[in-house]
């Protein structure tokens, strides 16, 4: 059977506190879609994660930017829904952080998808 999709949830990190403030106001909501980009940093690719108004709001970590390279290899279409924030002191000086779920679909079912 051929696979068309794949999904999951993937926990996302903020670059420090000071960044993650998009994340905090009315512009970042629980249920809203982000745009995922890959970007090549320090010699390696890292999927970054844009709200609505082109803010970035954090990046993947290693294994969800493997699924989302093998997505685009496919030429499918990827999208990401914020499903969680939260905030955790330990590592000192904390970090906000979250969760993610991830859709990776071959663009034929953009409708059901949609």
Do not use: H
Not at 5 to 25: I, N, Q
Not at 42 to 55: C, E, V, Y
Not at 90 to 96: R, V
């Amino acid at each position: 059977m051929e696979t068309v999709y794949e999904g999951r949830y993937v926990r996302f990190s903020t670059t420090s506190k000071k960044d993650a403030a998009v994340l905090l106001g009315a512009d970042t909501l629980v249920g809203d879609f982000f745009t995922v980009s890959l970007r090549v940093e320090k010699g390696r690719s890292i999927a970054w994660l844009t709200n609505r108004f082109g803010a970035d709001t954090g990046y993947l970590d290693s294994e969800a930017t493997r699924m989302v390279q093998l997505a685009e290899a496919r030429g499918w279409t990827t999208k990401a829904l914020l499903s969680f924030i939260a905030y955790s002191d330990n590592p000192d000086p904390g970090e906000y952080w979250g969760e993610m779920a991830l859709f990776c679909y071959d663009p034929a079912y953009e409708a059901e998808f949609s």
